[in-house]
């Protein structure tokens, strides 16, 4: 999730379970350790530059909930045993509580982000794909704003009952929030699920994930032979069976480079989900996940053309060409209105194909 949700979270969590008096340092401790995950986009820069490297290695060893855990026992045992040192000290005078504050502000922060569609890795060490349960975009205003509110109100009224009770009803919230996205992702799903099995698709490795702010538009991809097909779901007007569209992938160039190392983590990463493209010689891998058709997030050079051959490159990133005012515009309006017939293709691309109907 984006840096604002995790540092509300984190504050919101710490300034609960911290004592009374002590809640606006909970606040500020909470915020500081929400975000703390995330420093490891300072980090990795500094390690590479590879760019598949800089997308891969996010979210993995400051994500694991193998590590953080024991990050926030030490951080924890350190401002304890400073205080009882000094003489003075809120975690030496609350030490349970806050063992527990500084535990759940860390440890939501990766089962946070595992919720949005980029991938988290909860169990580094271990090298299972990326956890992707997909039900909230990275921004979501309606999951957000509660924790804000609150925070902003234990802030002003500090030990008052009032501060807590908005604390509480704040993560409440924002926690059933998080439980609609997976009743919203169950019925996208479930429709999704009986489009393609009518086109033959039982099968085929999918996945859903909301439009950007809302969970009400949702969009799913499923993989084909020779590409792959996507669909939008609006929970608000749609009611019949989803239209999907074909799009083809370079099925060849993708082979070819299947044993590119940087292919291979990319296939890791992603579960696959990803299209292949020959542009002006060389290789391009986007990653499906993000973005919308035809314009993607995550694009990669992977290998040139030599000879007849095509050679492996260090991985370059693509610059993304998204039009975000005219997306949005037409995304707010599908939201309201379900397409009839053929399906266009959102605002900016290029190539319109008929809808593969369920129905027929």
């Given at each position: 999730?984006d840096s604002l949700s995790q540092i509300v979270l984190g504050g919101a969590l710490a300034a609960a379970i911290a004592p009374a008096g002590h809640r606006r340092a909970a606040l500020l401790a909470g915020?500081?350790?929400?975000?703390?995950?995330?420093?490891?986009?300072?980090?990795?820069?500094?390690?590479?530059?590879?760019?598949?490297?800089?997308?891969?290695?996010?979210?993995?060893?400051?994500?694991?909930?193998?590590?953080?855990?024991?990050?926030?026992?030490?951080?924890?045992?350190?401002?304890?045993?400073?205080?009882?040192?000094?003489?003075?000290?809120?975690?030496?005078?609350?030490?349970?509580?806050?063992?527990?504050?500084?535990?759940?502000?860390?440890?939501?922060?990766?089962?946070?982000?595992?919720?949005?569609?980029?991938?988290?890795?909860l169990w580094w060490p271990l090298n299972p794909s990326p956890t992707m349960w997909a039900s909230v975009f990275i921004i979501d205003p309606l999951y957000t704003l509660w924790l804000l509110v609150a925070?902003?109100?234990?802030?002003?009224?500090?030990?008052?009952?009032?501060?807590?009770?908005?604390?509480?009803?704040?993560?409440?919230?924002?926690?059933?929030?998080?439980?609609?996205?997976?009743?919203?992702?169950?019925?996208?799903?479930?429709?999704?699920?009986?489009?393609?099995?009518?086109?033959?698709?039982?099968?085929?490795?999918?996945?859903?994930?909301?439009?950007?702010?809302?969970?009400?538009?949702?969009?799913?991809?499923?993989?084909?032979?020779?590409?792959?097909?996507?669909?939008?779901?609006?929970?608000?007007?749609?009611?019949?069976?989803?239209?999907?569209?074909?799009?083809?992938?370079?099925?060849?160039?993708?082979?070819?480079?299947?044993?590119?190392?940087?292919?291979?983590?990319?296939?890791?990463?992603?579960?696959?989900?990803?299209?292949?493209?020959?542009?002006?010689g060389r290789v391009v891998v986007s990653d499906l996940r993000m973005g919308l058709e035809p314009d993607y997030i995550f694009n990669f050079v992977v290998a040139r053309r030599d000879g007849g051959a095509?050679?492996?490159?260090?991985?370059?990133?693509?610059?993304?060409?998204?039009?975000?005012?005219?997306?949005?515009?037409?995304?707010?309006?599908?939201?309201?209105?379900?397409?009839?017939?053929?399906?266009?293709?959102?605002?900016?691309?290029?190539?319109?194909?008929?809808?593969?109907?369920?129905?027929?």
């Amino acid at each position: 999730m984006d840096s604002l949700s995790q540092i509300v979270l984190g504050g919101a969590l710490a300034a609960a379970i911290a004592p009374a008096g002590h809640r606006r340092a909970a606040l500020l401790a909470g915020a500081a350790l929400g975000t703390l995950p995330d420093l490891d986009a300072l980090v990795i820069p500094l390690l590479t530059n590879d760019p598949v490297d800089l997308m891969t290695w996010h979210r993995s060893v400051s994500h694991s909930l193998f590590v953080l855990p024991l990050l926030a026992t030490l951080i924890w045992w350190l401002f304890r045993w400073q205080g009882r040192r000094a003489g003075h000290g809120r975690v030496a005078e609350a030490p349970l509580r806050w063992f527990w504050a500084i535990q759940l502000a860390l440890v939501t922060h990766p089962v946070l982000d595992a919720f949005t569609v980029y991938g988290t890795q909860l169990w580094w060490p271990l090298n299972p794909s990326p956890t992707m349960w997909a039900s909230v975009f990275i921004i979501d205003p309606l999951y957000t704003l509660w924790l804000l509110v609150a925070c902003i109100v234990a802030w002003v009224v500090r030990e008052r009952v009032l501060a807590q009770r908005a604390l509480v009803a704040a993560l409440v919230l924002s926690s059933a929030y998080l439980g609609w996205s997976l009743l919203a992702k169950q019925q996208v799903d479930r429709a999704a699920d009986e489009a393609l099995a009518a086109m033959g698709l039982a099968d085929a490795p999918r996945f859903s994930v909301p439009m950007p702010f809302n969970t009400l538009l949702w969009r799913v991809v499923a993989m084909t032979p020779d590409g792959y097909v996507e669909a939008e779901r609006s929970l608000v007007a749609d009611r019949g069976p989803m239209r999907f569209r074909a799009h083809a992938s370079d099925v060849d160039a993708m082979r070819a480079v299947a044993d590119v190392p940087a292919v291979q983590r990319l296939r890791w990463f992603n579960h696959g989900f990803m299209k292949a493209r020959v542009v002006d010689g060389r290789v391009v891998v986007s990653d499906l996940r993000m973005g919308l058709e035809p314009d993607y997030i995550f694009n990669f050079v992977v290998a040139r053309r030599d000879g007849g051959a095509w050679r492996a490159i260090p991985p370059e990133q693509l610059q993304w060409p998204w039009n975000a005012a005219g997306r949005l515009r037409g995304m707010w309006s599908r939201i309201w209105v379900e397409p009839r017939g053929v399906v266009p293709l959102p605002h900016g691309s290029a190539h319109a194909t008929p809808a593969l109907d369920a129905s027929n």
